[in-house]
């Protein structure tokens, strides 16, 4: 029963439409009538600005992250990685805002976060050096998927500080997570080969 339970709130955690109810409180907009139509942090950034963007990327990361930690925190011997994957499932399919949410990146991030912290730093990395190189947050998303799973394989061996040991049940993840994250971005794919997706107004091909 309790195991039930730590899933169900790791779920409702995830649910929680951080987008969607700072765009309403502050700003009195609805993000899934602007933009990209999407409720995560990306569509917050353009159509809200840089603080509001800010804080719902932080509370989208924390979402993850506690969901990961809750395990732990009710002392349940399971994978904690089960756990936050309910929270992911909750941000992308909340059921606080008819079950239209984000595309799971920063709660995925929050993921990684709650199971390690120093892989979570070293995936961050990937993540602001390929928005750097590329200035597409959906692109870079994609990109940083993939090099996280073949990092999760890799960097056991040529540096175990990071990551000390191949954790099977993490690259599987991760690896589950990467198809999911390219099917959420399909439209963004179709933009991507047409020369129009979005661009951040910073990095090499930063928006003109």
């Not at 925190?73 to 079950?99: D, E, K, R, S, Y």
């Not at 961050?124 to 996280?148: D, K």
Request: glycine content about 8%.
């Amino acid at each position: 029963m309790k195991l039930i339970a730590i899933f169900l709130l790791a779920y409702l955690l995830g649910s929680i439409p951080s987008g969607v109810w700072v765009g309403k409180l502050f700003f009195n907009k609805d993000l899934r009538e602007f933009g990209s139509k999407s409720s995560g942090t990306t569509n917050t950034f353009r159509v809200l600005g840089r603080q509001a963007g800010t804080a719902v990327l932080i509370m989208d990361i924390l979402k993850g992250t506690l969901a990961t930690c809750l395990p732990m925190i009710f002392g349940l011997n399971i994978n904690p990685l089960w756990v936050g994957l309910a929270a992911i499932l909750g941000h992308t399919f909340p059921i606080f805002a008819n079950f239209k949410g984000g595309k799971a990146v920063a709660t995925s991030a929050g993921m990684l976060l709650g199971f390690s912290p120093l892989f979570f730093i070293w995936s961050s990395s990937i993540f602001i050096i390929t928005l750097m190189i590329t200035s597409m947050v959906s692109l870079t998303s994609m990109i940083s998927a993939v090099l996280i799973t073949l990092s999760t394989i890799i960097l056991p061996f040529v540096w175990p500080t990071i990551l000390p040991e191949f954790n099977l049940s993490l690259t599987l993840f991760a690896f589950g997570i990467t198809i999911f994250i390219f099917m959420r971005h399909r439209e963004n794919i179709k933009r991507i080969k047409a020369g129009t997706e979005n661009r951040v107004p910073f990095g090499l091909n930063k928006r003109q």
